[in-house]
């Protein structure tokens, strides 16, 4: 007995070990790459040029009139857009969820289209189509404009109403049919049950989905540079301050001001994901929707004038890339593609290469992070988890400044600021909370007495990492590596300050294409960027199919 209880203890004494020995890699990255380059915006922003503390930065502020305008009109938008993309997104998970709709596997399919490409492509695609010399206008000769407020709107709610309708899907599905069932055996009609059930239960997906698209919105740069026009907005400002007038100090300075707000949201909206979850535990059978002829007809009208606008502006963007002169010359070509490209497929190529990277080490660190979680202490396990989440809370044009502050100088300018590295890891760490919650997730299902199997039989830390942990976490594994891939090839915030003459990414070529009128390359580079988040999709549908194939058969 004394023995068995010694082997116990120094089981789980070993086990402590290695997840300690799988968290100090990971962390390190995280202090490294994330904590180090947000702590030296926030040093720079309360800094002068020789280093001594002081406000000055923070009361320039108020010298010019434009940004205090900026802040209200960042402000102004994401309120906006958040009122706009929340119901239209709730309408949309009602007709997927909650109606006998046809065709919703057209409609998931549209949704993605916003998630393949930088923000920017939209407003790209409103520009062809609705700008001074769009489609719209060539064609009919009516008046058009779409820069400004209205653009910014139009573009923001495109953006942000798939990850709206990602939100209360997955809140929808937890809902219990017996819970309608009840409902109509005591005679509740289908529009009181929606009052009395669905809302209730959706609270706080509502919530947490509204700030994540005012969190969006506030610290978007993609739509705001491209449609944005006269009405400027903070992200705008950053950018400006940085790019154009090398002023450092002011740039890290407006960060700080925009980082503020996105903090608060991304708090609240955890805190109301988290309530949400917490009654989900045991949904039961899912609800089927019965026939209703009335409501399937009016969400099946929402849902075509939801996403008409979106079909009409992403396919405006491929049309214009096969044209050979827009607006003025719309004679069909391949040109664009088959040599057209100023830079060829060279941005692509690049784009392709750091995404790729970004995804194997982010995979790889997020993996060894989370299998370190299980077994750590909580005294270490909390404060973890908190660092790796922080990143949600981070504007990515934030971080891309950091790396700029943090790395552009000393040893690591020479050969670490402007290499694929750095871009690698600074879109790693923009998206390593979702990342992290994902695998973390995956992680969940792996059970408790297959570790202590493994390690009975003799097996070390690789034994029970490799035959314990991995067949469970494989199919979060590939949804992990995937997201990473697709997001760094779309990101244009937290790398637009890291790019340099000789390393171009295809979503920043996209907006210098656009800055100078060669609108028809620019979208064959949007083309691009899609076909690659597409191709990277189906991959990773094709192989959780594989996985889950090979479950069941096991």
Not at 146 to 175: C, D, E, H, K, M
Not at 358 to 366: F, I, N, Q, R
Not at 387 to 393: D, K
Request: glycine share 10%.
């Amino acid at each position: 007995m004394f023995v068995s209880v010694a082997t116990d203890m120094a089981g789980t004494r070993q086990g402590r070990l290695a997840a300690v020995s799988l968290l100090v890699v990971p962390v390190l990255g995280l202090f490294l790459f994330f904590l180090h380059p947000l702590a030296t915006v926030l040093w720079r922003s309360v800094t002068d040029a020789q280093g001594a503390l002081t406000i000055a930065n923070y009361l320039r502020l108020f010298d010019d009139p434009g940004l205090p305008r900026a802040a209200l009109h960042s402000l102004a938008i994401g309120l906006a857009t958040t009122a706009c993309c929340v119901p239209l997104g709730l309408a949309l998970a009602m007709a997927l969820h909650r109606s006998r709709v046809p065709g919703k596997a057209l409609i998931r399919g549209v949704l993605l289209l916003p998630m393949l490409a930088p923000s920017l492509v939209l407003g790209l695609g409103l520009v062809c189509l609705l700008g001074r010399n769009g489609l719209v206008h060539r064609l009919t000769g009516l008046p058009t404009d779409i820069y400004g407020f209205w653009g910014l709107l139009v573009a923001n709610t495109l953006y942000g109403l798939p990850q709206v309708v990602i939100i209360l899907s997955a809140a929808l599905v937890r809902t219990p049919a017996r819970h309608y069932d009840a409902a109509a055996s005591m005679g509740a009609s289908p529009w009181r049950q929606f009052l009395g059930l669905t809302l209730p239960r959706l609270r706080f997906a509502l919530l947490a989905a509204a700030f994540l698209v005012f969190t969006e919105t506030l610290t978007d740069f993609g739509s705001a540079v491209i449609v944005g026009g006269n009405y400027r907005v903070l992200a705008m400002e950053i950018y400006s301050e940085v790019v154009g007038q090398l002023d450092f100090a002011m740039g890290a300075t407006l960060g700080v001001v925009l980082l503020a707000p996105a903090l608060l949201s991304v708090w609240l909206g955890r805190m109301a994901r988290r309530r949400q979850d917490s009654g989900d535990a045991m949904p039961g059978r899912m609800l089927l929707p019965a026939k209703h002829a009335g409501r399937d007809a009016a969400l099946g009208m929402l849902v075509i004038l939801t996403l008409l606008p979106l079909v009409a502006v992403v396919g405006t963007v491929a049309y214009v890339s096969v044209v050979k002169l827009w607006p003025y010359d719309r004679a069909l070509t391949l040109a664009n593609y088959l040599g057209g490209m100023p830079d060829g497929y060279g941005p692509v190529a690049t784009s392709l290469a750091m995404s790729l990277l970004a995804a194997c080490v982010g995979s790889v660190l997020v993996f060894a992070l989370t299998a370190g979680l299980r077994h750590a202490p909580r005294a270490i396990a909390r404060p973890v988890q908190f660092l790796a989440s922080l990143p949600a809370a981070v504007p990515g044009m934030v971080l891309g400044l950091g790396y700029v502050l943090a790395f552009d100088h000393g040893a690591t300018s020479q050969w670490f600021y402007g290499s694929i590295g750095i871009v690698a890891f600074c879109s790693l760490y923009h998206y390593h909370a979702q990342s992290f919650l994902t695998m973390q997730s995956g992680m969940r299902q792996v059970p408790e007495a297959l570790d202590d199997a493994v390690a009975v039989s003799g097996g070390g830390t690789a034994h029970v990492l490799r035959d314990a942990v991995l067949p469970f976490v494989a199919p979060a594994a590939v949804s992990t590596f995937v997201y990473l891939f697709m997001r760094s090839m779309v990101t244009l915030s937290g790398v637009i300050f890291l790019v340099t003459p000789d390393l171009g990414l295809a979503s920043v070529t996209v907006m210098r294409l656009d800055e100078n009128g060669f609108l028809a390359q620019a979208a064959a580079y949007a083309m691009c960027v899609v076909l690659a988040g597409a191709l990277a999709l189906g991959a990773m549908r094709l192989l959780l199919h594989v996985l889950k194939e090979r479950r069941h058969v096991a």
